[in-house]
């Protein structure tokens, strides 16, 4: 901890490099995983915003273990404070660059906290819509996404994690061991680059969070695009 909030690491340590390790036997084992897509474009330097749609405990598993060693770089997570109360998940988190985030205080502290992670030239990982799904389909947003690709110009990857419901679904305590998961990376793309000039405020936070969301929808089967089905989407890969 220091002065302006939590440490911010940025080194990849042998604790979480074993972290991942296990995450990947774990994310095998009751599951078939396959990563696809422009993983290569991602920038190995400089702030980025990974954002993928949420439906399973198991999205974070398969990221972090599967994008930190292809990467080089650590990734910085907010997740709710209850994870850190779970024994196990719990001291994975605390030693996994996750940041608690208290989900019934103001958005302001964990804004604040992403926005120095980018500010840091870190990787951010982001679930926009805020909580899992609870039928695998994309759901409305949260603006903080938006918020953050505006103020700090960071380029956005997103992300498609298909079938990752049906292996783990919400309100399950335990996985459903043998489904497929796909997760699809997406082209980096600044927002603002998209947007029309002159744009004011308040529509370019609505515009960006459509962009964004509809880049996630391209990237997931029309079963799982949700309230997206109909936005129009950019380039997939």
């Known amino acids: 901890m220091t002065d302006d909030g939590p440490s911010l690491d940025r080194s990849i340590t042998p604790l979480i490099a074993a972290i991942a390790f296990g995450s990947r036997i774990f994310g095998r084992a009751v599951s078939r995983i396959r990563i696809e897509g422009a993983i290569d474009a991602i920038p190995h330097d400089g702030p980025v915003i990974l954002a993928a749609n ?134 980096p793309f600044r927002p603002a680059d998209l947007l029309p000039p002159d744009t004011d405020r308040r529509t370019a936070k609505g515009l960006t969070t459509t962009l964004i969301m509809g880049r996630i929808a391209a990237l997931l089967p029309a079963d799982q695009r949700g309230v997206y089905a109909t936005t129009e989407r950019g380039p997939a890969t």
């Open 54 to 187: 949420h439906a399973s405990n198991l999205d974070a598993v398969v990221i972090g273990s599967w994008l930190i060693p292809r990467l080089g770089r650590r990734i910085q997570w907010l997740g709710k404070k209850e994870l850190f109360a779970w024994p196990l998940v719990g001291w994975a988190a605390r030693n996994g660059g996750v940041h608690p985030v208290d989900r019934d205080a103001a958005d302001v502290e964990a804004f604040r906290l992403a926005r120095r992670i980018l500010d840091d030239g870190q990787i951010l990982f982001v679930f926009p819509e805020g909580t899992r799904s609870p039928d695998g389909t994309l759901q409305q947003a949260r603006d903080g996404i938006a918020l953050l690709a505006i103020r700090t110009g960071a380029p956005i990857v997103p992300i498609g994690i298909a079938g990752s419901h049906k292996v783990w679904p919400k309100g399950q305590r335990f996985p459903h061991p043998g489904g497929h998961v796909t997760v699809r990376i997406g082209v």
